[in-house]
């Protein structure tokens, strides 16, 4: 195992959003190689833990992309775990776990899960977002594409 002396948590932050970067121009693979580096650091120094969930939520997305649903779905739930350990229940980061969950199972064709999760992410995102922010217009695309399903 490499050496994390001198890594600081900014250095798992820096990694993980370079990951998500390359995920985002479907570079699954380069992201991935920043993206285990970002969590070598973050689950190994002390750091925010919200950073790490992040990490978690960018891996998780790579893989469901890369339709991995098993895995992307492993990286999901301990993004949740940190979440609804420090959030509270209507912090907009759980809607967004939520939402990523509900593409997760709709991937893996359980639509039923998949629904109730999607409605979900919409009506705690109605909490604490305004009506048309992009994300509550994402979360209920995402509604209907399941009800299409």
Known sequence: KKSLAGKT?????????IGDVKRLT????????????????????????CDLAWTYTYMGETYREMKDYSTALEFHEKALKIREKLLTSSHPDLAVTCHNLAKVYNGRRQFKVASGLAQLAVEMAEQKLSGKHPDILEYKET???????
């Not at 948590?9 to 959003?17: A, E, L, P």
């Open 26 to 49: 479907g570079d699954y693979t380069t992201a991935r190689l920043f993206l285990e580096k970002a969590l070598e650091i973050q689950e190994n120094v002390t750091c925010d833990r």
């Open 143 to 149: 509604v209907l594409e399941i009800r299409k399903s």
């Open 9 to 17: 948590s900014d250095f798992g932050i820096t990694y993980s959003n």
